[in-house]
């Protein structure tokens, strides 16, 4: 026999999704509960997306000024706290440039050399410095910032037991007011666990090309709190 608790669901359990009572016999009933629960931790390390345009009259003279600002820069992240393990080239393209004039096949004015590297920083603090020091250097693109975890299963792990403690928490209250109590659980489902999408320095992913001095300022960089969300799906025996 199926029953589903309906009746006061929402008041007393906005959390869950699927609350079911399921009759096992004269000795034991089922309760079904679905939970979640969200955590908020401050991040550990922070991705930066940075990159080298240069221009230049022919194919091979646009590579060789991108090599070259290029390397600079890398040699100045790594001074500024970049380990060699955590530097990632992202993107590369060498195109040409072309001028339209009316009446005539458009002709190559010239070609463009890009190259974008992503930088892992364990230290937060250093980020602005890294910043400073790339754009000091050459770095002409900031593509954006992402704050995550070094470690994510370890953020996780918190979100997973306090949806469970919240499920227990809960079933305590359903069994109570069926007049009876939980005795055991019969089973834990994890239907999928969730990251909240990392802050791309405020506002979400951008693209900023840096035509500007190399010596003005960065902003300060707070990489604020992300959420760790969890989901269980717990059956709780009762008697």
């Not at 008041?11 to 869950?16: G, I, K, N, R, W």
């Not at 609350?19 to 679905?34: D, N, Q």
């Amino acid at each position: 026999m199926f029953h589903i608790i309906a009746r006061g669901a929402r008041t007393l359990a906005p959390l869950f999704t699927a609350i079911a009572l399921i009759g096992c016999g004269a000795e034991e009933t089922l309760l079904a509960v679905h939970a979640s629960a969200s955590t908020r931790s401050t991040p550990d390390l922070a991705i930066v997306t940075l990159g080298v345009v240069a221009r230049g009259d022919t194919a091979v003279a646009a590579q060789q000024a991108q090599t070259n600002r290029m390397q600079t820069v890398l040699d100045a992240a790594r001074e500024a706290g970049a380990e060699d393990a955590d530097i990632q080239t992202v993107g590369f393209s060498l195109e040409p440039q072309y001028v339209y004039v009316r009446g005539q096949a458009p002709r190559v004015s010239g070609y463009i050399s890009r190259n974008t590297v992503s930088l892992r920083l364990r230290d937060l603090n250093r980020i602005s410095g890294l910043i400073d020091a790339a754009v000091a250097q050459g770095a002409n693109e900031l593509h954006g910032i992402t704050f995550t975890f070094d470690d994510e299963e370890r953020v996780r792990e918190a979100a997973r037991a306090q949806a469970l403690e919240t499920a227990r928490r809960r079933a305590n209250v359903y069994a109570e007011a069926a007049g009876l109590e939980v005795v055991a659980i019969r089973s834990i489902v994890e239907p999928g666990s969730t990251f909240a999408p990392p802050d791309m320095r405020r506002d979400g992913a951008f693209a900023a090309v840096l035509e500007q001095s190399a010596a003005a300022p960065v902003a300060p960089i707070n990489p604020g709190q992300l959420d760790t969300d969890a989901a269980v799906t717990v059956v709780f025996a009762l008697r």
